[in-house]
């Protein structure tokens, strides 16, 4: 194994050389018994833990890229769409009591959170507090839909990609 590759070159020069003394061999003896039932699970169970989640925070990782940037580029294209006054959008919006004039507030929230999450992606809690701005973003566009009895099929979708960066990102 690894262990052996690291321990054989110490002991056997160690040995070789003469510069350890009995007590010193008994130590380097345990310690390299211990390592290597570490790496294999073993007593210590240490290795294998390390592993799993070294595969784990790996999958993570790449989740949270993948779920930052998804959401980001959702939030870039519905801001897009509300400063060139797309008619469904306008229609969504203002069908909710948004004033019409007024979407270029909602396009600025909507960049400010991707580029949260762009940002979050080098300083964690940046990414982080950008998700929950998100959620609460569309969570309030949810429930102004239901509110109002209109479906909220259009808000729902990019709450819930929202939500899941949210606990990735919590997770990573």
């Given at each position: 194994t690894?262990?052996?590759d690291l321990t054989a070159p110490v002991t056997?020069?160690?040995?070789?050389?003469?510069?350890?003394t009995n007590g010193m061999k008994?130590?380097?003896a345990v310690t390299t018994a211990a390592m290597r039932a570490s790496s294999d699970g073993g007593v210590a169970g240490h290795g294998a833990d390390l592993q799993a989640r070294s595969a784990h925070d790996g999958v993570v990782s790449t989740a949270a890229v993948v779920l930052s940037l998804l959401l980001a580029a959702v939030m870039v294209g519905s801001?897009?769409?509300k400063l060139a006054r797309v008619p469904a959008v306008v229609g969504s919006v203002t069908g909710v009591g948004w004033p019409g004039e007024r979407l270029w507030v909602?396009?600025?929230v909507e960049f400010l959170g991707a580029a949260g999450l762009l940002v979050g992606l080098?300083?964690?809690w940046v990414g982080v507090v950008a998700a929950v701005g998100a959620?609460?973003?569309f969570l309030g566009a949810v429930v102004s839909h239901v509110r109002l009895r209109q479906s909220p099929a259009q808000a729902a979708v990019p709450l819930l990609l929202a939500a899941a960066t949210l606990v990735v990102l919590l997770l990573a």
């Open positions: 690894g262990v052996d056997s020069t160690a040995t070789a050389s003469g510069m350890l008994n130590t380097v801001g897009v769409a909602l396009a600025a080098a300083v964690p959620v609460l973003y």
